[in-house]
């Protein structure tokens, strides 16, 4: 499995982002993200780490000559990918239909490895957009970051297989932060319940805390902004879901270090109650 190489913490904070299910936002979520990070003045990279099946530059309206494979193969060094995208964040584009990038073997790991060593005094935040589920390449790049994103949404199987990637990462690494954010929800309240739900899970099974990022609220003009091929924060600004990555981004920016306590955010006291709800047998 992958090792962080990062050899400053206080340097580059990487979260990766990655979900159960596809089909939940997470790419959206990454690069929304990211440009919230930079409308707070960080430096910030979004890496494409959905090797075989990139498409952070296809949402972006981007055309990269080249691509993460090049440099996973030697051919090309990390600074000479990186492609312009909104608000100055640099895009590290991935190839698309390529079978050779969906399994890596372990020197493509180093290399990649070596490359977001690189990466380390060029910016403050990496963004690490994996592919979606629980095979070696999603969870290798999961556990590149410092903090671990998981990207769900009130569809029970979403909840169901946002579970299974929390469980494999906690079993890789018992001690990586990993957090959840509640993607197209209704309200806040909706969002606390599939929240509290995992949160249950994970202390009862797992013997491990999640932290709570909140949720990005269901909003209509993200679909609107994807079909323009601009981030929702960049195209509506004061849009409801552009709010919300907002308050992530700030949230994020105000932890304090990445392997440090830091801020925590934890459901209201009004789902306390389900701590104390069964859970279905396959969470286990």
């Known amino acids: ?11 580059l904070v990487t979260i990766a982002v990655t979900s159960g299910k596809g089909g939940v936002g997470k790419t959206n979520v990454s690069i929304n993200l990211g440009v919230a990070l930079a409308r707070l003045r960080h430096r910030v990279a979004v890496l494409d780490a959905d090797f075989g099946l990139g498409n952070v530059d296809v949402m972006l309206g981007l055309a990269p000559t080249w691509h993460l494979g090049h440099v996973l193969a030697g051919e090309k060094t990390i600074d000479e990918i990186l492609v312009a995208g909104p608000l100055g964040v640099k895009i590290i584009p991935a190839g698309s239909g390529m079978q050779q990038l969906t399994a890596l073997s372990p020197t493509h790991w180093a290399r990649l490895g070596r490359a977001i060593e690189h990466l380390g005094d060029a910016f403050d935040y990496l963004i690490v957009d994996t592919g979606a589920g629980v095979s070696d390449n999603v969870l290798d790049a999961a556990r590149l970051g410092d903090r671990v994103l998981v990207v769900t949404s009130l569809d029970p199987s ?9 469980k494999l990462l906690s079993a890789a690494d018992p001690g990586r932060e990993i957090g959840v954010l509640v993607n197209n929800a209704r309200d806040l309240i909706e969002a606390q319940l599939v929240f509290a739900q995992l949160e249950v899970a994970a202390r009862r099974f797992l013997k491990r805390r999640l932290t709570n990022y909140g949720f990005i609220a269901h909003d209509p003009s993200v679909r609107e902004a994807m079909l323009v091929q601009r981030p929702i924060v960049d195209h509506l600004p004061q849009s409801a879901a552009s709010r919300g990555f907002r308050i992530l981004a700030t949230r994020l920016a105000g932890m304090d270090g990445p392997h440090g306590a830091g801020l925590r955010l934890v459901a209201s006291a009004q789902f306390a109650a389900s701590a104390a709800a069964p859970e279905p047998p396959r969470c286990a």
Not at 1 to 11: A, K, L, S, V
């Open 1 to 11: 499995m992958i090792r962080n190489t990062r050899p400053d913490p206080n340097q």
């Open 158 to 166: 979403a909840v169901v297989d946002a579970y299974a990637v929390i």
